[in-house]
């Protein structure tokens, strides 16, 4: 289902390019970028826990996910590989779909966080988390890409 899913390179260039104080005109549309707006674009309920990438999680939520062996080696940013195989096309879903990073070879504490949401151990509210990580990329990407 999401394989059917595409974005258009430019036009979120020029979205991340434009926003500034969670507002955006694109194409003569105003946009305002807040929790509502997602959630309503979306169809995602504005509820449950409130988490961002900063938040840690505690190593006892790893072990479901982590292939025996590596919990004691696990570190902030830590290789796929210690993933368990049957969570690997979930974890590239969540890698293709709410990462900013770029990078598919390491995971993070948050990609295990969303894995908890996704196999429904642990939800989230995930237009707070979108909109967090919007605000978050927003300025180091203005920085790189030229105008």
């Not at 929790?35 to 674009?41: G, K, N, Q, R, W």
């Not at 900013?100 to 509210?125: D, W």
Request: overall charge positive; aromatic content about 14%.
């Amino acid at each position: 289902m999401f394989a059917r899913f595409q974005y258009h390179h430019e036009l979120a260039r020029l979205f991340v390019l434009h926003l500034h104080n969670d507002q955006e005109t694109l194409a003569s549309v105003a946009f305002t970028l807040t929790l509502e707006s997602i959630s309503l674009a979306t169809s995602i309920p504005n509820v449950r826990e409130q988490w961002n990438k900063r938040k840690q999680i505690g190593r006892e939520n790893y072990e479901t996910y982590i292939k025996h062996g590596y919990l004691r080696q696990l570190i902030r940013v830590f290789p796929f590989r210690y993933l368990k195989g049957s969570y690997a096309p979930l974890m590239k879903l969540i890698m293709n779909y709410f990462s900013c990073e770029g990078q598919f070879s390491c995971l993070y504490a948050y990609h295990i966080r969303l894995l908890m949401h996704f196999t429904r151990v642990r939800m989230m509210n995930l237009p707070y988390f979108m909109c967090r990580n919007i605000e978050k990329m927003t300025t180091p990407v203005q920085q790189k890409i030229p105008q």
